[in-house]
Structure formats: C-alpha cells, structure tokens
C-alpha cells in the first residue's frame, strides 16, 4: 500500500520520470516509464533491477550493442494494414531504422553467452523477426531515406532521362541570359530562378515586351517580372512531364514495398514494443550510469544496510552543476537488533528532511526496478507499504488544519501498517502545543514500536529523543553540525541525538543577548543540561576524530620505522651471511694449501731416505706456514667446532658428515660403495669412506642454526617470489581495505617496486577516493594516476614508486 495518493510528488518520483522519458528514443519508451509501478513481489524486483545491470554492464564492457534508433513506428504499421496506402519515404525510412536496431538487438543476443545477460536474454526470446523485409527496403530507400535510382527499371530510365533534359535547361538557360544581358534586356547580375518549379530570368518592367515568353511573377514593386522565356518553354515542360512520371514510379514502388510489410505487421508490432522494452531499460540503464548507481544484494524481508547513498534528484542537480563532490552522502542502517525506527534529530536547516526523504525515494525506486545509488556491498530489503507524512495537507474544503491532516496521516498509519511498513515522518508532532504534541507523538510512537513498523522520523521533541534511547526497536539519529562555526555538515550519525542549538543560533544571528539569556532562563535547567550535554558531546567527538587522525598518522609513521629497521636488520644480516661464506672459502683455501705443503714434504722425506737435516727443515717450513695462517688475537674466530663422532655401520636415515668438511646431511639410500644423502634441498651422492657417522643431536643444532642464518635471505627471495604487482579491491567497501592496502604498499616499497596497480572500479567512486586518500601517507611514492583507459581508465589507479 502506499499512502497518501499523491506519495510520488511528495517524494519526488515524478520528477525521475520526466528524467526518465527525456532518456528514451520512442514514444513507446515513454510509456513504458508512465507504467512503472512500486511492487512488493521479490521475483519482479529481482528481474526488473537484474534487466537494469545487465544493459549497465553490457555498455561498460563496449559492447556492439545499439544505443539508439528505438523509434515508435506504431502509427506506420496501422497505415500499412490500409489497403492501397503507401508509406511516405520519411516513414519508410523510420521503420527502415528501428528494423535495424530490432535486427543488432536480436543477433547481439542470439550470439552472446547466455549466462551473461539471462534476462535480457528472456526478453528476446520470443520476438520473431523477418530479415527480408529489412533487405527490401533497404534496396529501395538510401542510408539518407531517399528511394534509390535503381529502385526500379522504370526509374532509373525516367531519372536518366531527367538527368539530361536539366543539363539541357541549364545549358540553354545560359545561353538566353547572356543574349538577354548583351541586349540590354537584363540586368548583368540577373540571375535565373524558379516560379512553380519551373525555370525564369528576370527582367526590368519596361523591357517585357522585347522578351517572347510566359510571365510568371513580380516583384513586390513591379519594377521586375520573371518570365519564362519562348526558348525555355519546351524542355520545362518535359521536365514537369518526367518529373511527373519520376513521382508516379516512386508511389508505384512505395505502394508495392507497403505491400510486402502488411502481412509482417503483427510480428513487426510486437517487435516493436520490444523496441519499446529495451528503450526503457536502456533509460534506466543511462540513469544509472550517470548516477554510478549499482545493484545492491536483495533480501526478501524488510531491511536497510546502505553506505554511501545519496538523495538521487539532488544528486543529479548537482551534477548538473559540475558540483558532483558537494553531495554528501549518508550510512544508513535500520535493522531488528540496532533498531526499526531511526528518530533524527538535530537543528534546523541540518539535513534532517534531506536523510528522511533519501531513505523514502530510494527505497521507491529500487521496489520499481530501478539501481540505486550506493557503493558495493549495500542490502536492500523489500517493504509491502511505504506510507509518508510530509509537508503542509492542511485543506479547506475537509475543515482541516495542518495539525488535523497530520493526525489523520498518523490514523491511517497505524490502521493500515504493519510489520513490513515503511514509514516517514516530517517534523513529528509539530503543529500543536508543544506538551501535547509531544506526549501524542511519542505514543503513536509507541504503538508503532509495538506493531514492528520500520521508519525514520524527524524531530525537536527532547521527549522522543529520550524514548527512542530507552526502547528497543528504536535508535537516535544526528545530524552533524560544527559547534565552533555554527555551521551544519549535513551528515547524518546513528546512535545518539541532537541538539537543535537553537540558543547558540539566535546569539549568532544578533539576537540580543538578555533575550536570549531570559529565553535560557525560562527553558529550565534541565533543558538546558541536556542541549549543552549534546554540543559538548558534539565538540568531543569532533576532537576524538581530529585525535584519531594523528594516532593514524603517528601509526604509519611507527610502521615505517619498523618497516627501516627491519630492513636495515636484514641487511645486515646478508652481510653477515657474506662474510661467514667469504670465510669458509678462505679456510678451505688454506686447508687445501697445508695439504699440498704436508704431501709435498712427506714425498721429499721419502726420496731423501728420512735425512735429519732435510726433515727438520722440512717440519720447521710447515710451522712457519702454520704460524703465518694463525689468526691474530683480536681477529680470532670461537674455536672450531667438535662433532660428536659415532662409529657403526651407515644406513638409510643416519645423520653423517663429510669427513674434513662441514657439509652434513640424512642417510637417503646405500650402496655396496656409496650412500646418497640429502643436504637441505640438495641430494648427492658419496663414497661411504668419506662419511662418518655423528649424533642426531649434533645433525639437528647443526641444520637449526644453518636454518635460521639463512632464513632472512630466504623469505625476502620467497616474498619477491610471491609478491603480485596487481591489488583488486573490487566490490569491498572502503572501510575494509585499509590493511589489505598497507600490506600490498609496504611490500611494493620493501621489494622496491618501481610500479603497482590497484583495481578499485569506478562504481560511485568513493573507493577510488579512500584509495587515493589513503595513499598520501606513503612516502615512498612518486606518482599516482589512472591507467590508460583501454586497461581500465578511472577504474585502476597506478602508483609510481621511487
């Protein structure tokens, strides 16, 4: 039900439907737009508002789909079901052009997955279209609606002939006026014109009579005649004759193509109320768009979960005016566990009206099938009544005074509404005593509370204010005002009430101040109490907000500290690993050298049969080398590690060790001559006697300590691994992609990317701007703009690092 009769002006719909037929092509469009009806039914609002995203998402894709050329062509069918009529070439051409675009609309969707677009698909279904008529036409009529020259044999003979009989006029046409200009008998910057369509030369009043031939017309003065000369009289006449007989053919061909269409009227009918369909979804489609209105997620139960709407009339006038970013836009929740019913309150001027009228509207177009516009992520439920009381009803004729035509809004309200009933109150108990009008209010309140109404009201009355703080189902509601400047923000803030500031105004405005301390006085303390109670309330939560930015602020900046250290950490940490790895080369360098020395002197103590002489040299030589490779005191290193050494056969799953080396590893298989270990990541295989078995324990600190040297490098190569260069934010709301943003910039600027992109959509644009926002705070950024509009234009936001 809705209520009163007139809901739709007092909500502004009407003026959405005039936006409305201005977007459709054709007649049949329009009428399309005056049938839209509020509906409660879920499946009709569910394929109305699917039929609307889908034409949305098909022009955002760039699809070949027609924009235009829905034209109403009805009244032509009705003149082509006459017997012996004939369409005119204009109306021929018309129907030519809505044939066509019936024609792209059916073969789009006969060749497009159906699963994209299945309602629109639905729609088509069953329209049945002759392409030969399409193909006749067209053989007649030219792209500029004109019926071709050879349309027909006949024609194209008669035109022929035309063709040469006007060269002909026009060449002897030429030659009479400059014999008449040699002979005086014209003026020399006479030139010849047309009198009932055919061809005469002016000539001066007093020289007519020296010119033979048939006088047409004067001039308003009579100072000249136009005549058509003897010379000239023969070809204009055959011209009349053929061009006579050119019309006779065209009538002839229009009569015959009129012909072939009667029989296909019925079928062209229905497809041109499909034309009709598509025509008005288009509409609402264009709307949309301009809007950046979405598809919310429906519920089958009265429900509102909306961010980021705004009121769609004033959103449009504002855009209107190139002041788009001057709408402010609301979160709006109504639901069983924070409450029903919202009571907003605040001073006058603040946007109370503005916030009741939004939720109103919004909810009217969307159950007439029609996109919203909110951000992603929003809830619609579905109501069965939207019943309003707003403005002055006040009438003359009933007796009745605007206090009465409020009361009977509220009888009304209550003896028809119910648990699925939407109700919006403007101004709630005013046009009485204040007392009593208050008391009144607040217990038709109550009954509405009892009977599990949902709504939102506007107010004054502290009494309600407190009421709707103490019962469930009901919550407060506040429109944002600046206490310092006395200035409204218009932003409507769930949870708690106003305060009219009505004393702060009149002091600001120049009322004098011992009246506007007497009125003070004569309000009572408690009132009083309770307006300073909540402006102070409002100037702490203006300073718990400013308060809240700079812990923000001093946390990005905490994060980029610890974001330095860590970094510098792990620096230093692969220098550490640097010069622990330079150092084992160096050892075994130096191992590998006393070996060749030891080998070396063991040969020559040999070939010179153990002379004491050469083995003394030869042993104070290797102490020489020994003492010359000893680390100083102060560069000594810890001493080398002992392995734990255990004897025993090898098999599979010992832990082992290389002998002379460091290199350790698991028992993986054995052979009669070799073992294949694993040393990390790494499987090789070695001689079983140059393995030696050592403790478990000894293999597990050993691969634990080796472990986390290396886990630094490790994970800082693995991240880079893992780390995509693309962030898709798409359909999330804005308050959930702070942290998914800091992560994805953090690591972008650790790995030192030098570009990311970020997939917001265009949507409404409110993520782009949270993005954007939020973007400032990093510094490692050089650039921030959109991406090519091939690869998403406004829809992608691609971020230059340093």
Not at 68 to 87: H, P, Q
Not at 202 to 219: C, L, M, N, Q, Y
Not at 368 to 394: A, H, R, T
Not at 727 to 756: H, P, Q
Request: aromatic share 6%; with cysteine; charged share 30%.
């Amino acid at each position: 039900m809705l209520y009163p009769k007139n809901l739709e002006e007092k909500l502004g719909f009407d003026k959405l439907r005039e936006i409305l037929k201005d977007k459709c092509n054709g007649e049949v469009g329009r009428s399309y737009v005056d049938r839209m009806r509020f509906t409660s039914d879920i499946r009709f609002i569910n394929q109305r508002v699917a039929q609307v995203d889908e034409c949305v998402r098909i022009y955002e894709a760039g699809e070949s789909f027609p924009h235009s050329g829905y034209i109403d062509v009805a009244n032509y069918l009705d003149k082509s079901e006459i017997i012996n009529a004939f369409l005119l070439e204009e109306e021929l051409f018309d129907l030519k052009t809505a044939l066509s675009t019936l024609k792209e609309c059916l073969q789009f969707f006969n060749a497009c997955d159906p699963t994209l677009y299945p309602e629109l698909v639905k729609v088509s279904e069953h329209i049945e279209f002759n392409p030969l008529i399409l193909n006749q036409i067209d053989m007649i009529l030219d792209d500029k609606g004109k019926i071709r020259d050879n349309a027909s044999p006949e024609l194209v003979s008669i035109r022929s002939q035309l063709n040469k009989q006007l060269n002909s006029l026009r060449s002897k046409t030429a030659s009479v006026m400059q014999s008449m200009k040699k002979s005086g008998y014209a003026k020399e910057d006479a030139k010849p014109t047309l009198r009932e369509g055919r061809i005469v030369v002016p000539v001066p009043a007093e020289h007519k009579r020296h010119v033979t031939g048939f006088v047409h017309d004067a001039s308003s003065t009579g100072q000249t005649v136009y005549i058509e000369p003897q010379e000239l009289l023969d070809l204009n006449n055959s011209i009349k004759d053929l061009e006579l007989r050119e019309r006779q053919e065209v009538i002839r061909i229009l009569t015959e193509i009129t012909n072939k269409i009667r029989p296909e009227v019925p079928g062209l009918r229905k497809g041109n109320n499909y034309l009709g369909i598509i025509d008005f979804i288009n509409a609402k489609a264009k709307f949309a768009m301009h809007q950046e209105s979405i598809k919310p997620v429906i519920v089958d139960e009265p429900l509102v979960a909306w961010y980021h709407v705004a009121h769609p009339i004033l959103l449009n006038s504002f855009m209107e005016q190139g002041r788009k970013e001057e709408v402010v836009r609301q979160k709006i929740e109504l639901d069983q566990e924070r409450g029903r019913v919202l009571v907003i309150s605040g001073p006058n001027a603040g946007g109370k009206s503005i916030a009741m009228q939004t939720v109103a509207l919004v909810q009217y177009m969307f159950q007439c099938g029609m996109l919203v516009p909110m951000v992603e992520g929003s809830k619609m439920g579905v109501f069965e009544d939207i019943m309003m009381d707003y403005g002055d009803d006040q009438s003359l004729e009933n007796d009745l005074s605007t206090y009465s035509s409020h009361l009977t809004n509220m009888k009304a309200m209550l003896t028809k509404g119910g648990s699925k009933t939407l109700v919006l109150i403007d101004e709630f108990g005013s046009g009485t005593e204040p007392e009593l009008g208050g008391v009144i209010a607040e217990s038709i309140l109550e009954e509405m509370n009892r009977k599990e109404m949902w709504g939102v009201i506007t107010t004054h009355y502290a009494n309600l204010k407190f009421y709707a703080e103490k019962q469930q189902g009901l919550q407060n509601g506040a429109m944002r005002y600046d206490v310092e400047n006395l200035q409204p923000l218009y932003k409507l803030e769930q949870g708690q009430p106003g305060s009219s500031f009505a004393l702060e105004i009149a002091q600001k405005i120049g009322l004098p101040k011992k009246v506007v301390n007497i009125a003070r006085h004569k309000a009572g303390r408690k009132k009083i109490n309770m307006e300073e109670l909540l402006r102070n309330l409002e100037q702490e939560k203006k300073e718990l907000n400013q308060k809240n930015k700079e812990i923000n602020r001093l946390e990005q900046k905490l994060s980029s500290a610890k974001e330095k250290f860590e970094k510098q950490s792990l620096d230093l940490q692969n220098k550490k690993v640097k010069i622990m790895n330079k150092a084992r080369e160096d050892a075994q360098k130096v191992l590998d050298t006393a070996n060749q020395k030891i080998e070396k002197a063991i040969k020559e103590i040999k070939e010179t049969k153990a002379d004491k002489e050469k083995t003394k040299q030869l042993r104070q030589n290797i102490e020489n080398f020994k003492n010359s490779n000893k680390p100083s005191k102060k560069s000594q290193d810890k001493p080398e590690e002992v392995y734990e050494v255990i004897g025993g056969t090898i098999v599979v799953g010992d832990a082992v060790r290389v002998k002379g080396q460091n290199t350790m590893g698991e028992v993986a298989s054995v052979s009669q001559r070799e073992a294949e270990i694993l040393v990390g990541e790494l499987r090789t295989k070695v001689k079983l006697n140059r393995l030696e078995r050592i403790s478990k324990k000894t293999f597990r600190k050993e691969t634990r300590e080796k472990h986390s040297t290396m886990s630094a490098a490790s994970s800082i190569t693995q991240k880079r691994i893992d780390f995509n260069t693309q962030l898709d934010l798409r359909g999330k709301r804005a308050e959930e992609v702070m942290y998914e943003l800091d992560d994805f910039m953090d690591s972008a600027i650790m790995l030192g990317e030098t570009e990311v992109r970020i997939l917001h959509g265009k949507g409404t644009g409110a993520l782009r701007e949270v993005v954007r926002n939020h973007l400032k705070s990093f510094r490692g950024i050089k650039n921030v703009s959109d991406d090519h509009p091939d690869r998403g234009g406004a829809g992608v936001t691609v971020v230059t690092l340093r």
